[in-house]
């Protein structure tokens, strides 16, 4: 199983970036999947996820408003919209899928849910 994410460069603040994550190796129907951040000494951070397609994601308070989940199980693909970017949202983003199907709501925000992680994609806003 492999999680390939994409889409990460540099963009002013203010700007736009979208990610994408295409899983490949089996089907995440109706598996949690999501997106972290993590910036170097920081634990990883949750940023939005859900548990199946058309479910509606949990975000962080750091990204409602600006930042759009999306996932299509068809395609076996989440992707991120990022609008409004500030500085402060410079990291390394990482896509990640839970194999079990089991997670509940309050299990999407815990890294430890996980099992499949994608290799990160950097992202940096200038200022």
């Known amino acids: 199983v492999q999680l390939q994410a994409s889409g990460g460069g540099l963009v002013q603040a203010g700007g736009s970036l979208r990610l994408s994550c295409a899983a490949s190796g089996r089907t995440f129907r109706r598996n949690a999947m999501g997106w972290f951040r993590q910036t170097p000494g920081k634990e990883r951070e949750f940023i939005a996820a859900?548990?199946?397609?058309?479910?509606?994601?949990l975000y962080a308070d750091s990204v409602k408003g600006r930042f759009t989940f999306s996932r299509d199980s068809a395609k076996n693909t989440v992707d991120l919209q990022m609008n409004s970017l500030k500085p402060e949202d410079t990291a390394v983003y990482y896509c990640a899928a839970d194999s079990s199907g089991r997670a509940i709501w309050s299990d999407l925000p815990r890294p430890s849910r996980y099992d499949y992680w994608g290799q990160g994609t950097l992202v940096t806003v200038s200022s």
């Open positions: 859900n548990r199946w397609s058309g479910e509606n994601p």
